[in-house]
């Protein structure tokens, strides 16, 4: 199968109400394409990162009562999951499509890969341009602006992630829903490359860090 792109009607999707008939359009319309994109990037992490990579499409199924507000797929080193581990994301909420690379509060190496991204930012920031998003959540659409962001915003963000139990960092680009669906399917993964190409030294320092920890 060939990804064509998003359209409004799977953003569209999470205006349903009802978690069986919410579930139901995830599943025909929106699941299709990121398994596509599943493939297709699973791969190419696997070259970039020097390391096998699998592909994981969320399956919201420990939900019971509230329907999913946004859906991904996600890529890591294991076959079994991705949420102990640094991993990268390509997904939709209903405002916008995102790609991210994601450390998470599950992850065991939070902590060391906190204490290393601190200690390299100055390095790292001059690679990641102005307009790349962070957000310490992974639950909620919001995002923050890099360019909007002080040397201490950034100090509190990763020394969070070494003290805060809960704490994430995920960084990444955020593509506006009314973008996403004017790009064809081969603009779409042409865009993410180049994201998670700029995102790759974020992931080879978790690399390090879990060596370390």
């Not at 599943?38 to 096998?52: I, R």
């Amino acid at each position: 199968m060939e990804f064509k792109g998003f359209t409004n009607e799977d953003f569209d999707v999470f205006k349903i109400d009802g978690l069986d008939q919410r579930m139901e359009a995830l599943i025909s319309t929106v699941r299709p394409k990121l398994e596509v994109l599943g493939e297709v990037f699973a791969g190419e992490l696997s070259a970039m990162t020097g390391e096998e990579m699998f592909s994981h499409v969320a399956k919201h199924a420990r939900r019971s009562v509230n329907p999913p507000n946004d859906t991904w797929v996600a890529f890591a080193g294991s076959k079994r999951g991705y949420k102990m581990l640094p991993h990268f994301q390509i997904g939709l909420w209903e405002s916008h499509a995102f790609a991210w690379f994601a450390v998470i509060y599950e992850a065991p190496v939070k902590e060391e890969y906190g204490g290393a991204i601190e200690k390299n930012w100055s390095k790292l920031k001059k690679n990641i341009p102005d307009h790349y998003v962070w957000s310490g959540d992974h639950t909620k659409p919001q995002t923050l602006v890099q360019k909007e962001l002080s040397s201490t915003d950034f100090q509190n963000l990763f020394q969070r992630l070494q003290n805060v139990k809960k704490a994430e960092l995920l960084c990444g680009i955020r593509i506006d829903r009314d973008d996403a669906v004017k790009m064809s399917g081969d603009e779409f993964i042409s865009t993410v490359q180049d994201a998670f190409k700029t995102l790759l030294p974020l992931y080879k320092l978790s690399q390090k860090a879990a060596v370390k920890s």
